[in-house]
């Protein structure tokens, strides 16, 4: 499942440089996340980070981009050959 930022978010930027897919970008009022890069850092890392770092937590799984761990590692595949 991708990650969704939520309306609470603050603009704090600690996420953004944290995605080691590049998949959090600024939107016009709050940080957003691209659900095609998203990968919940499967191929990277244990947790996602954005998650870890997110002093309000306003970082969830977004319901409209359900995907398994398989289906996660197999876009973190994707995007790393496009590199």
Do not use: R, W
Request: hydrophobic letters at 30%; glycine letters at 2%.
């Amino acid at each position: 499942m991708a990650l969704i930022i939520t309306d609470e978010c603050i603009n704090c930027d600690v996420c953004q440089p944290e995605c080691p897919n590049t998949a959090i970008s600024q939107g016009d009022d709050i940080y957003q996340i691209d659900p095609n890069k998203c990968t919940e850092c499967v191929g990277h890392f244990d947790t996602p980070q954005c998650i870890e770092v997110c002093p309000v937590d306003c970082i969830q799984k977004d319901p409209a981009h359900a995907e398994n761990k398989d289906q996660l590692m197999a876009k973190y595949q994707k995007l790393a050959a496009a590199k």
